[in-house]
């Protein structure tokens, strides 16, 4: 059975800088490409960034672009995400997911590419 856990969420200030992780627990983790998606109190969940099996793919969302760094160690089963210059718009609970590599990365841009999703880490960034 597929696991994941996000840990390393938490309250920061506006500017500041949050690291996220995402543990799994899988029979290959380099088989699946990885994802995190965020969903903020009212709105619908929003992809934020996707990496490839490899790592040698990455897509992020324009919101995060430039701030937000996704990465992965496949010797460790973990994917992180380094967010840096936070907003008060950052604020939401952010999710991992694991995704069969089934198809081109582009497609891990959207929800329905991924099998497993973990439960969430709170993200909260004050003015």
């Known amino acids: 059975q597929v696991q994941l856990v996000e840990s390393g969420g938490g309250l920061v200030q506006a500017g500041g800088s949050l690291r996220l992780s995402c543990a799994a627990s899988v029979g290959t983790f380099s088989s699946y490409a990885m994802g995190w998606f965020r969903q903020a109190p009212g709105k619908e969940r929003e992809f934020v960034a996707t990496?490839?099996?490899?790592?040698?793919?990455?897509y992020y969302a324009d919101s995060v672009k430039g701030r937000f760094t996704i990465s992965r160690d496949n010797a460790e089963n973990t994917m992180y995400l380094q967010m840096n210059s936070l907003k008060p718009e950052d604020t939401a609970v952010y999710y991992c997911a694991a995704g069969r590599t089934r198809y081109t990365t582009t497609y891990y841009r959207s929800s329905p590419a991924y099998d497993y999703w973990g439960q969430g880490t709170q993200v909260t960034v004050t003015v």
């Open positions: 990496i490839s099996w490899s790592g040698s793919s990455i």
